[in-house]
């Protein structure tokens, strides 16, 4: 399995407080994303990460942002959590911008 | 716009064939991926498609017809623990948002009664 960790791995949290999830790898793969998972939804990409301190939005990026600060550590980071934001979170990596991505276990973050 | 059909749900007998459908609009295209997810767990990369036909891995095999904007994976032999959700996604390439992304169906739930 491809050394993808998450922290933390679950949170429960209150509308308006600022929450930062952690993704860590140890694989060296240029690429990460970060994926929000809703039921009826599938995955949705909120920011992605092309190298260091490269970062773009994805299709659900608003009251979320992202930083890359090393090749292993993708940060996200809600900047006023909203009850719209309960969810599970996913991490991937990947090594170039080829089809085959590698997730991490998942946070599964309740904003009360 | 950019969408991917899968069917919710579908429900097999273990040590049947079952085949999971998968169609795609999309502005550009290189690639179709299938993807596993288990209840609680995260979602693992099962194949890959860029050119027309039948890839197999083992049980699973999974097909792609770029004319028809159709793909498909079969999943032999079916076993309890393949009971899972089964993610169709593609790249597209560009997008509104970037070049990098995956577009996903919203994933078909496998159902394997004994």
């Known amino acids: 399995d491809a050394g993808i960790t998450q922290s933390p791995r679950h949170k429960v949290t209150e509308t308006g407080t600022p929450v930062t999830l952690r993704c860590h790898q140890t694989?060296?793969?240029?690429?990460m994303y970060w994926y929000r998972q809703d039921p009826g939804h599938g995955l949705r990409l909120i920011h992605y990460s092309y190298g260091v301190k490269d970062t773009d939005k994805g299709e659900v990026s608003d009251g979320y942002s992202v930083s890359r600060s090393k090749t292993e550590d993708f940060l996200l980071t809600l900047e006023s959590a909203t009850s719209s934001q309960t969810s599970v979170y996913f991490c991937a990596i990947s090594e170039d911008w080829g089809e085959t991505q590698y997730f991490g276990p998942g946070t599964r973050l309740l904003v009360l | 716009g950019q969408s991917l059909e899968q069917p919710s749900e579908v429900t097999a007998v273990e040590g049947a064939i079952v085949q999971i459908n998968c169609t795609y609009q999309t502005s550009g295209f290189y690639g179709l991926s299938w993807y596993q997810q288990h209840d609680g767990g995260a979602p693992t990369f099962l194949s890959y498609n860029a050119l027309d036909g039948l890839e197999e891995t083992g049980r699973f095999s999974s097909f792609l017809s770029r004319s028809d904007s159709y793909g498909y994976l079969l999943l032999q032999e079916l076993q309890m623990k393949d009971s899972a959700s089964y993610f169709c996604a593609v790249r597209d390439f560009p997008t509104t948002y970037s070049n990098y992304q995956l577009i996903w169906g919203a994933g078909t739930k496998l159902i394997i009664k004994p």
């Open positions: 694989e060296n793969h240029r690429y």
